[in-house]
């Protein structure tokens, strides 16, 4: 929680929330805090997308990375390319970010 309060500044925790999103007790509080550190967050949000291949791990980054909005604007060429080679759901999940992200209605 302490990294969520402290925000952008906290960047360099990001890899290490992005891997506790995996641990039932600390995912709410991971994904808060991800978000809450924003743009700082997205390179490991991306690099997550890059090293796994896990549906739920994707879709769930994903989320988080549509819940940044704007400032995710640097994972726009991954989430292209899922939005168009992606499983369904994953598919579906990345185009649905992308549209927030370039906020789109």
Known sequence: MALGDIGPDAWAGAPKLVASLKIKRLHDVSV??????GKTAVPALVTALEQTKDYHERVEVILI??????DASDSI??????????????RKAASTALD??????
Not at 32 to 37: C, E, G, Q
Request: hydrophobic share 35%; charged share 30%.
């Open 32 to 37: 808060s805090a991800l978000v809450k550190m």
């Open 77 to 90: 060429p991954i989430l292209t390319t899922l939005s168009k080679e992606g499983l369904g759901g994953t």
């Open 65 to 70: 990375l549509e819940k940044i909005g704007p």
């Open 100 to 105: 927030k992200i370039q906020d789109k209605k």
